[in-house]
């Protein structure tokens, strides 16, 4: 499996870093990505809607969601450093293929939600600030894909740069808009006692909390902090999870300021002056400057939002790669990915936009929050179990307290996402001119997303009894084995992915050869790019794949092997045995992955194409 993120893995050092100080300032960063998160558009829709209508009332939901965040962000970051996996391809290498398609479409979901909530929000901020209609603001929008592939391509450094400036925005932003509101601040702390006015006040506080804790956070941050490259020690590693706590701690507690000032701006202002219904978002913005008697009010308020959503689709964009890679393995080039991403945020924005009208944006945005908050026990619940396991943490798993209190924070937000659930079922049951149509369509797939659930929940727990196998063999056939010889053969070819297949294969190879033999590493680059261009393709996907050549090529040369390389550019079921049969071989071998069914089906399969094609033996290493 590939590095997650790799054209940016490891890219920051900090060994060379000896001072306290400059340490933690070379950890700083991934955190910040993520509380862009934690600040989005969806939040300031739940956040305006939850003061406006209750006051202060919620603001212990926000407090609550920030220790949960907080923790599961701890949690992801812990994965990431540990086992230099991200929760996506860790949730590969342990479920079934059927499981992982499930939960690569539900993180696609969720992931979708969120683009909407941000593309919505960043185009309602440039309609307030420089009057563009909403249509021509959701496209534009596209163009921070390409931003996005600058930044990355200048460095992590230069992108975490970037959105800790737009963070400084909105933070800035808030603190003069508190200076102008003037809240009650003996309300503001009894808002943090908990309660719950009504059963509306479930609907956003369950919108609060999958705006607060979102799931693609939890698959961003494990990535992200694997761009720091740091000492693999013992000491090294509990150094990097200490620094990346901090780094966590002071990042999240600014989005929870961020959160707390929009829910008490609404509080202040709309909810002490009777007004109950502003939930949109233009309009808190509209009546911003005849509240509070400024017109620098709803300015400050609009540039913050563009802020918050540019920010925001850059690390939802980028989480969209992570579990795009991850979950399918899915290798194609960046902006490529970035584009599609993009376009399955921007496709129901519009559509969104055109059927029911600029008018329900707010209504669009909270609702989307809510679909985040249905998604998070699917990411939650195998991360615990990630973090808890000794032979994946290999030592690093999180201790029995913070086991429990992790299993605590799960089970309140599927509880609550539960009761949502059953709520609005009901609700249409009753409501509905034909039931029976809910009973077979929405019921069921409800029971179905219960069942994977619990399969999640419960699998881990439940070992395989290992089956003991007696001798089968007809008529107690007894197998008669000849004198082992050395292998005749001195030429094998074997073809290479960079996933954990190529250790199996190569092991294989280095058993039935010798180390006279000569041995060819082969891997095809599958980029658009090298299908168009061939071997004249110069994208950032083919450096890496050299790069990353060379370097088994001398690895295993200091070992004492004989290595060379070949590099093909195109499909690998074509390129393969093209390479083949214009060398000079013995033997070909080809480590699998073992995936049957769907993705065959979708992508085909490289040995089945290459075995009919090579007039030489080939050997399949299954992983």
Not at 311 to 326: D, F, H, K, N, P
Request: glycine share 6%.
């Amino acid at each position: 499996m590939s590095k997650s993120l790799e054209e940016v893995n490891q890219s920051v050092a900090t060994e060379n870093k000896k001072t306290g100080f400059r340490k933690i300032l070379a950890f700083l960063g991934p955190a910040y990505l993520i509380s862009v998160g934690y600040m989005d558009p969806g939040n300031w829709a739940t956040d305006i809607a939850g003061g406006s209508q209750f006051g202060y009332a919620l603001l212990w939901v926000l407090l609550m969601s920030n220790i949960m965040a907080l923790l599961l962000q701890s949690l992801s970051a812990r994965l990431g450093i540990v086992t230099q996996r991200d929760l996506a391809q860790a949730s590969r290498e342990t479920y079934s293929p059927f499981i992982n398609y499930i939960l690569y479409f539900l993180a696609e979901i969720a992931i979708a939600a969120c683009d909407l909530a941000e593309v919505l929000g960043m185009a309602i901020g440039l309609n307030l600030l420089f009057d563009i209609s909403l249509i021509q603001g959701v496209m534009i929008t596209v163009l921070d894909t390409f931003l996005l592939l600058f930044l990355i391509n200048k460095g992590i450094r230069k992108m975490e740069a970037f959105i800790i400036a737009l963070v400084l925005i909105i933070g800035i932003s808030f603190i003069i808009e508190m200076i102008f509101a003037q809240p009650e601040m003996s309300k503001v702390f009894t808002g943090l006692i908990p309660s719950l006015p009504n059963e509306n006040a479930l609907y956003i506080a369950i919108g609060i909390i999958g705006a607060t804790v979102m799931p693609h956070n939890l698959y961003l941050h494990s990535s992200l902090v694997q761009t720091r490259k740091f000492d693999r020690s013992k000491t090294g590693i509990k150094q990097a999870l200490k620094y990346n706590f901090i780094d966590s701690t002071i990042a999240l507690n600014l989005a929870f300021f961020v959160n707390a000032a929009i829910l008490i701006l609404g509080a202040a202002v709309f909810y002490q002056n009777g007004m109950f219904d502003v939930a949109e978002i233009q309009d808190a913005h509209k009546f911003l400057e005849p509240m509070l008697g400024t017109k620098w009010a709803p300015i400050l308020f609009a540039v913050a939002l563009i802020a918050a959503g540019q920010s925001s689709t850059i690390t939802g964009t980028l989480a969209g790669q992570i579990v795009m890679e991850g979950y399918l393995n899915l290798r194609i080039q960046p902006w490529v990915r970035r584009i599609i991403t993009r376009l399955i945020a921007i496709i129901p924005a519009v559509i969104v936009i055109l059927v029911y009208g600029e008018s329900v944006t707010g209504k669009m945005l909270i609702f989307s929050q809510v679909i985040l908050s249905l998604q998070l026990g699917f990411a939650i619940i195998p991360l615990i179990h990630f973090v808890s396991d000794k032979t994946k943490m290999k030592g690093f798993q999180i201790s029995t307290i913070t086991q429990i209190f992790s299993w605590i924070v799960a089970i309140i937000i599927v509880s609550l996402n539960a009761k949502l659930v059953f709520n609005e079922i009901q609700g249409w049951l009753e409501t509905s001119e034909n039931p029976i149509v809910l009973w077979f369509t929405v019921v069921p797939i409800a029971f179905g997303f219960l069942i994977l659930l619990l399969y999640i929940v419960f699998k881990p727990f439940v070992t395989d009894a290992k089956e003991v196998i007696g001798n089968h063999s007809p008529h107690n056939m007894i197998v008669k084995l000849s004198p082992k010889r050395n292998y005749e053969k001195k030429n094998i070819a074997i073809t290479v992915d960079f996933s954990l297949a190529d250790e199996k294969a190569l092991n294989h190879a280095f058993d039935i050869g010798s180390k006279e033999t000569k041995y060819t590493l082969i891997h095809v680059v599958e980029t658009v790019g090298a299908m168009v261009y061939g071997n004249k393709t110069s994208d950032l996907e083919t450096t890496i794949d050299e790069k990353l050549l060379l370097d088994y090529k001398k690895l295993l040369e200091e070992k004492g092997f004989q290595i060379e390389v070949k590099l093909g550019f195109g499909k690998p079921g074509k390129i393969i045995p093209k390479i083949i049969n214009e060398g000079n071989y013995d033997l070909l071998i080809m480590g699998t992955h073992g995936h049957t069914g769907f993705k065959d089906l979708l992508f085909g399969t490289t040995v089945n194409n290459v075995r009919h094609k090579i007039a030489i033996p080939l050997f399949i290493v299954k992983n």
